[in-house]
């Protein structure tokens, strides 16, 4: 007998007296508040992502005087939301991404009540790498993609894609609480909100 059949064995003997845990109640809520817009974007201020309110039409016109340089977009984002000059992620390598001067994806999924936006590695997302190594990244989202809660941001989420929840701009604290940004992603993030 092994160590570790004699240590599961003890265990399971000591347990052998204890009742049987009842059945855990699955009565979650099934129907929330609308998605509070103005909450989103007081979220996104504190935690000092900028958010424009844009059109659809004005994307590539507001991406381009938010971003000097090369602007790094994904395979599947629309064309009318590409800025001239738009450089393509057709599996570039890491060092190519890095020296974009900054990255435009969609969203999946952005909750009010925390200030977060999920990525999902959909096409218009593109691979994960993209939007952790530019030091600005632009998200494009839409207002029936915000949601009140996290509960119901899971609810929209396959759990089985590459999820990216991003909470503002990257950002840490030493033991001095001094604010450190970009230190694992892009110190610049720019929500632009899309018009109802």
């Given at each position: ?6 240590i599961l064995g003890r ?151 590459p999820l990216t929840w ?31």
């Amino acid at each position: 007998m092994s160590s570790r059949e004699l240590i599961l064995g003890r265990v399971r003997a000591a347990l052998r007296d204890r009742p049987r845990p009842g059945p855990v109640p699955r009565e979650y809520r099934r129907t929330f508040p609308a998605a509070d817009l103005d909450l989103l974007v007081d979220r996104l201020v504190d935690y000092r992502a900028e958010v424009h309110r844009v059109g659809e039409a004005d994307i590539a016109a507001t991406v381009a005087r938010i971003v000097t340089g090369a602007v790094l977009v994904p395979e599947g984002l629309p064309a009318a939301w590409r800025p001239a000059g738009a450089v393509v992620d057709d599996r570039l390598a890491p060092d190519r991404i890095a020296a974009a001067a900054a990255v435009l994806t969609a969203a999946a999924v952005a909750v009010a009540e925390t200030g977060t936006i999920v990525l999902d590695a959909s096409p218009d997302q593109g691979r994960r790498i993209i939007s952790l190594l530019p030091d600005v990244h632009v998200v494009v989202l839409r207002p029936a993609q915000v949601v009140a809660s996290v509960s119901q941001a899971l609810a929209r989420l396959d759990p089985a894609r590459p999820l990216t929840w991003i909470s503002g701009p990257s950002a840490t604290s030493d033991i001095e609480l001094n604010r450190v940004e970009g230190v694992h992603g892009p110190r610049h993030l720019h929500v632009l909100l899309l018009d109802r």
